[in-house]
């Protein structure tokens, strides 16, 4: 699975942006798709998730209801819409998929899901104050 995202750049306090990831390759795969962030000297955080049907989604507490994560099954495409941003939003958003191998045996009894993570490049997103 590969995946480009786009949008971000810099934008003023309070204003909007969105945030689009196109995915291509196994795209049948994948089970969940997420957008995360990194700030400078801080972890990679979840910022929202979202699954397959949309049945299920999650926003991390510092964004939610400011923030809309949405998907376009149809098109292969994840989008993050922003609203009141503010500087503590500043850090570069990834776009992630999750895919799901069929359960394999662990010869123990039990059974393991094989999961694999796929990230996109990148994008800036910078908001001033």
């Known amino acids: 699975v590969d995946l480009v995202e786009s949008g971000g750049g810099f934008v003023q306090a309070g204003s909007s942006s969105r945030l689009s990831c196109a995915a291509s390759g196994s795209t049948f795969a994948i089970d969940v798709m997420a957008w995360c962030r990194q700030a400078p000297g801080k972890e990679r955080e979840i910022v929202a998730s979202i699954s397959v049907g949309e049945s299920t989604v999650n926003y991390a507490t510092s964004v939610k209801g400011r923030f809309t994560i949405s998907r376009d099954s149809a098109q292969n495409m994840l989008f993050l819409q922003m609203s009141s941003l503010n500087p503590e939003d500043t850090a570069v958003y990834y776009c992630?998929?999750?895919?799901?191998?069929?359960?394999?045996?662990?010869?123990?009894?039990?059974?393991?899901?094989?999961?694999?993570?796929?990230w996109g490049q990148g994008t800036q997103v910078t908001v001033s104050s």
């Open positions: 992630n998929a999750e895919t799901t191998d069929p359960p394999l045996p662990t010869g123990h009894g039990t059974w393991y899901t094989p999961r694999y993570y796929y």
